[in-house]
């Protein structure tokens, strides 16, 4: 059996990764083994072969895979990069789909500088789903418009990330509250020891 673990990045999602791994007694992969977002090194992996991007001379990167019988028995990838192909990811093993509070969430990607990542990957989903009815109801057109720390832009994303699990993934996920894990520390997280200022705080509740 594989698993997927995609939904929401940050506080938590690597752990649920590896407990599941160690309790089926499988292969983790954290998603740098995909190169964050290559669904072409995840269908490798279901297929049994181990992803690897070799130098091509002049070329740049060429993925190829390794076969590895490990990989018969299942594995267990950490992949919030690849969350637009949730549907797909459905049809190869089981997704899970951690969530945690919105200004918890918005307020680690403002701290982690992903800003570029949250445009990255809007544009996953709006290419994923091109003709859905929630793009025209938001002011974004599809281009990329980075600007350092501007938490609008996180709640513009939490936004289109809810919908499509409310839409089309909820049937089909099991959902994974972070907050309520076990492991989870709020004291230790970079939302506690370093939250938003009082302005960015308002502006993620009235755009959200």
Known sequence: ????VTGFHRAGTHTIAQDLASK?????????????????ATKMLCNGFNPKWEPVSGEGWKLKG???????????????????KTLEL???????????????IA???????????????????HEEFPDDPIWS???????????????????LFLKVKDY?????FKDIV???????QPFYNESETSTKKAPLREEMRRRLLYAG
């Not at 992969?29 to 995909?34: G, L, S, T």
């Not at 267990?76 to 690849?82: D, E, M, N, S």
């Not at 099991?174 to 309520?180: F, G, P, R, S």
């Open 1 to 4: 059996m594989n698993y997927f």
């Open 24 to 40: 089926h007694g499988l292969l983790y992969f954290e998603e740098r083994r995909i190169r964050w977002d290559s669904m072409g």
């Open 66 to 84: 390794y076969r590895d019988l490990n990989l018969d028995k299942g594995f267990v990838l950490h992949c919030p990069g690849i969350a637009h």
């Open 90 to 104: 459905a049809e190869m093993g089981t997704v899970y789909w951690c969530v945690r509070d919105r200004i918890n």
């Open 107 to 125: 307020t680690s990607m403002v701290n982690s500088g992903f800003e570029r990542m949250t445009w990255h990957l809007m544009k996953q989903f």
């Open 137 to 155: 109801t938001l002011e974004y057109d599809g281009h990329e418009d980075v600007k350092y720390k501007f938490v609008a832009y996180h709640s």
């Open 164 to 168: 499509f699990y409310e839409t089309k």
């Open 174 to 180: 099991t959902l994974i509250k972070l907050e309520e």
